[in-house]
């Protein structure tokens, strides 16, 4: 018989038990805040890491709140408190230092309006901050960008100018009357001693007992080795101190990464390893884990990568869209070795993990990154980068287009922008107000692709900030010279304010301006910013459609005006051959397609089953960000081996899947279909909608 238990006995196990579930419940959700179990951090070298959302939704806004409602404008530099508290400072509109609490809630730690402005919480002013630190007491360090100053926070939020006047240059001596020019990044010792990454200096400073000094570089862009003063380096970004005093440097403009040994001497890592890509392309961002291994984030290429103190390189997170990051700008770890990563310009905060051991349960998914599809677009206002603005332009170029190179290649890559033709020497104006978010925005000096980058705009073809002559436009850029006196760089400071209509530039020999809408992997098509008196009421036109194996041999054979197929032949290409136009555009002037698919119809133009509507399967909304894109999208036969060289062809292979930044070559087999007579059609749309379709009768034995 079943024992009864004593009711005091019988509540103590109801306690019990509540207690439990309670405890089960806070412990779920503690897991994701500070968890008071050891959380594995990044992995070691070689294993897979996963990417955790922290806060934002990959909107662009200032917002704060529950971590799902929270928002971002430019979260660049970021560092966590021992308590799991993480700071992010955000530049952009924000000016801002964020926090984000152990619960995911987000917050302003201090900062409202730009300026330069001590005080406590809202009262302080910031002007596009970056890099952040803090030291064993708490306090927080910023590196003030746009004010040219090293700012220091007490744990209370009240805010003081710790180094600099406010105003660009270089001046060692007494903190207060000590000059930097756009520092990004910076670094806090134990004894209190303050690094600074004084990009357009190309120095490291050092801030101690009051007074700042030069630890190294001569102050002008160079790539050398060598102690103190010695060593040269180009736009210095991110810093890390390692367990042995050595201060590790993320330099922008060498990508490279170099060391300062406690001696002074300045090194450069030599990478090497099994994977030969994962050399740092512009190093923005730079961490050290309890292993003192490296972490780098890189400005363009949304990856993560992690070196070996021997040099050795692999990627950690960013091989794959899954994986893909827009701009790592800021690396911190926290106490569990997590590494906590800002993302500028996906306005989101994400954490990268290990992925635990073989059947261990854990959430594997990755956390949705990049900046939102329907983020909103700039405010161009209808703009053309050209003079006059509100006036009409010749559209020479659009995104997705097959573009070659000056080595023969006819399928080199795909262009990413949205072309304007003007005439070589002209002024390429701003088309939106904005504000320079990027520290190394101007690059390729002198060459055909220099270009400026303004915040989600780059402007590409350009001699940038100058004029044809080679003249300077205005203060806000800089040029630099080099050791035999000419000019070799131009610069802009990262918190560069830009007004609508502001000359950044003259049109350099390619004479036309190309306009890339969005980070690098997270291109969108600029069309949609809509430019006033752009029109295109003109239907595109398919030259031919034809069918090839797998090894590009063309179908030719026919019967009754039907290409004949062996239902046995296996998988074969489905090509496309057509073009687009707009109103207003030269005849010979050729555009490429927004969307491209293909259809089965029965002989009687019935759909078959599963093609009720088109299987759109290329689609340049954004831009694919996989380098072999452009061999999946188009056919062997495409393109053109240099800019106006000669007649583009745009051989679609539409067989394939190019759109919403998924890849995956795929060939039709129709093995399954019974023998008879089909037609093949194929669908192709511009991006105002105008469309057009062709047919292609086969027959199946």
């Known amino acids: 018989m079943a024992r009864r238990l004593r009711p005091g006995l019988r509540g103590a196990i109801w306690c019990v038990a509540a207690l439990t579930a309670v405890a089960l419940a806070a412990s779920f959700i503690w897991d994701w805040r500070t968890p008071e179990r050891p959380v594995l951090g990044p992995p070691p070298a070689g294993l897979p890491a996963r990417i955790e959302s922290v806060a934002g939704d990959g909107h662009r806004d200032v917002r704060d709140g529950a971590r799902s409602e929270a928002r971002f404008d430019d979260p660049f530099g970021i560092a966590v408190a021992a308590d799991g508290t993480a700071f992010v400072a955000d530049g952009g509109a924000s000016n801002r230092i964020r926090r984000v609490w152990p619960d995911g809630r987000v917050d302003t730690f201090a900062g409202s309006l730009e300026g330069l402005e001590d005080g406590r919480g809202a009262d302080a002013r910031f002007h596009t901050p970056s890099g952040l630190a803090l030291d064993a007491g708490g306090a927080l360090y910023v590196a003030d960008t746009g004010n040219h100053a090293i700012r220091r926070s007490a744990p209370d939020g009240t805010v003081t100018t710790l180094a600099g006047t406010g105003e660009a240059g270089f001046v060692d001596g007494p903190a207060a009357q000590a000059r930097f020019h756009a520092p990004t990044g910076v670094a806090v010792d134990a004894t209190g001693r303050v690094y600074v990454a004084d990009g357009f200096n190309d120095r490291i400073r050092v801030i101690e007992a009051g007074a700042v000094r030069t630890l190294a570089g001569d102050g002008r862009p160079g790539f050398v080795d060598g102690v103190g003063m010695q060593a040269r380096f180009d736009t210095p970004s991110g810093l890390a101190l390692a367990d042995d005093g050595a201060l590790w440097i993320a330099d922008t403009g060498n990508h490279a990464i170099r060391r300062i040994a406690p001696d002074g001497m300045t090194t450069t890592l030599a990478l090497h390893g099994d994977e030969p890509d994962a050399a740092p392309a512009s190093p923005v961002a730079i961490a050290i884990d309890a292993q003192q291994r490296l972490y780098v984030g890189e400005l363009a290429q949304g990856r993560v990568l992690q070196l070996e103190a021997d040099g050795r390189a692999r990627v950690l997170t960013g091989r794959d869209m899954a994986q893909r990051l827009a701009r790592p700008a800021g690396l911190a770890f926290d106490r569990f070795g997590r590494l906590w990563v800002a993302d500028a310009a996906a306005y989101r905060v994400h954490r990268i993990t290990r992925v635990r051991r073989a059947g261990a349960k854990q959430n594997l998914a990755n956390a949705t990154v990049g900046p939102a599809p ?110 035999d006196g000419r000019p070799m760089r131009v610069r802009i400071p990262r918190g560069t304010h830009i007004r609508a209509g502001d ?128 061999r999946v999208a188009y056919s062997a036969d495409s393109g053109i081996t240099v800019h106006g060289a000669s007649r583009t062809r745009f051989r679609y292979a539409v067989n394939n899947l190019v759109r919403d930044g998924h890849l995956e070559a795929m060939l039709w087999d129709p093995a399954d279909l019974p023998v008879g007579d089909y037609l093949l059609r194929a669908t192709v749309r511009d991006s105002s909608g105008n469309s057009a379709t062709r047919e292609l009768p086969i027959r199946l034995y």
Not at 465 to 481: K, M, N
Not at 510 to 522: F, T
Not at 530 to 552: E, K, Q, Y
Not at 607 to 622: A, K, N, Q, S, Y
Request: avoid cysteine; aromatic fraction near 6%; hydrophobic fraction near 40%.
């Open 374 to 483: 329907d983020a909103a677009l700039p405010d161009t206002r209808g703009r053309w980068p050209l003079a006059p603005q509100d006036g009409w332009h010749e559209v020479v170029g659009t995104l997705g287009e097959v573009r070659g190179n000056f080595r023969g290649e006819s399928r080199s890559h795909l262009h990413a922008g949205f072309d304007v033709r003007g005439d070589v020497g002209s002024p390429v104006l701003a088309i939106a107000d904005a504000k320079v978010a990027s520290p190394y925005a101007a690059s390729g000096f002198g060459d055909q692709a220099e270009h400026l980058a303004i915040d989600d705009l780059a402007y590409m073809h350009m001699r940038v900030g100058r004029t044809p002559r080679g003249q300077v436009l205005d203060p806000r850029f800089q040029l630099i010279a080099g050791d």
């Open 503 to 630: 000359a950044i530039g003259t049109i350099n020999a390619q004479a036309h301006v190309h306009l890339i809408l969005g980070p690098s992997g997270y291109q969108r098509n600029a069309v949609t910013l809509g430019f006033r008196n752009f029109v295109d009421t003109i239907a595109p036109r398919i030259d031919d459609l034809a069918l090839l194996d797998a090894l590009d041999m063309p179908m030719t054979s026919r019967e009754d005006g039907r290409v004949i197929l062996p239902r046995d032949g296996g998988g074969l290409q489905i090509i496309v051959e057509a073009w687009d136009q707009v109103d207003g555009n030269l005849p010979r002037r050729r555009l490429g397609l927004h969307t491209l698919g293909w259809q089965l119809l029965a002989a009687d133009g019935r759909p078959m089953p599963g093609f009720e509507v088109p299987r759109f399967t290329i689609d340049f909304d954004r831009m694919p960000p996989h380098r072999d894109a452009v």
